[in-house]
């Protein structure tokens, strides 16, 4: 099937009072796992490549983006190809033009005015190139690099306002927003600020996208969604499925050394933790 666009189904979600759910891939292994689990529940979905993905391909985003697309083509159910968290300006640069069909330009680090200006100037590029932008606003921490803050830090939450007029003047076409999550979080005991996400969504006239969602409870998530965030971005808990199924074989056979006899257990531990969360997100 051919690739859809992240736009056309976040459009279809926002229809249907729903949300759609974004998987992080870091190698061939996750996306095959989550077109796999996409086909089995058909489930339309997005895979995500994050700048950290392509540094650690060495910096190269050309192998993994091919990849990701080759085996989402072959998919039943229709997906969609997203590049996440761009901070470099060449990475971003490459993604005009390619088999992605949106990006989110993260420049959340940066004091307000530098964000505005900078997500502004990449989202009238992206969108002549024909790409749908989603920007960050707020501190969504947990990300290699960035200082320690805890999501319920004086200041780090998004501010509906704030949101409604960065949204205004940088024309992107959906907003990540800090409500009490943080990436890279390997136990779910998130708690997130409903009220706020209800405020956002009458504030802010485009889709929430609600990043570490690995860290959120199930019944957080199905709550979240009810709130208004549309798109529910999920990395790490993929990760966390892979790596216990590896240590499981290798600790059952210290002789073994075949890595598709430990990978092909991973990957389907990775499609089984897809489907569940699947489930969850369109509740």
Known sequence: ?????????????????????????????????????????????????????????????????TATA???????????????????????????GSVFSSVMIDAGALPYEENVATTADFAR??????????AELGYIGGKPGMPARSAHEKGVRTDPEEARTFVADTGVDALAVAVGSSHAMT?????????????????????????????????????????????INIGTALNIAMTAAVREGLDADPTL????????????????TVERLLAVVRG
């Not at 050394?257 to 089984?272: C, E, G, K, N, S």
Request: hydrophobic residues 50%.
């Open 257 to 272: 050394v075949d890595p598709r006899r430990y990978l092909a257990p991973a990957r389907d531990a990775m499609q089984d």
């Open 187 to 231: 136990h779910r005991t998130a708690r997130l600020d409903h009220a706020l996400i209800a405020q956002l969504h009458e504030a802010v006239p485009v889709p929430l996208v609600l990043h570490g969602s690995s860290g959120v409870p199930d019944d957080e998530l199905r709550a979240a969604v009810r709130s208004g965030l549309t798109k």
């Open 1 to 65: 099937m051919t690739l859809v666009g992240t736009g056309e189904l976040v459009e279809a979600a926002v229809a249907d009072g729903r949300a759609v759910a974004a998987f992080n891939v870091i190698t061939l292994e996750h996306a095959e796992a989550i077109a796999a689990a996409a086909e089995a529940t058909g489930t339309p979905l997005v895979l995500a490549i994050s700048e950290n993905a392509v540094r650690y391909h060495g910096g190269e985003l050309e192998p993994i983006a």
């Open 125 to 134: 590029r992206a969108h002549e190139a024909g790409l749908w932008v989603e």
């Open 70 to 96: 080759a085996v989402a083509r072959l998919c039943e159910v229709p997906l969609a190809l997203h590049l996440d968290h761009v901070i470099d300006p060449a990475l971003a640069e490459q993604s005009l």
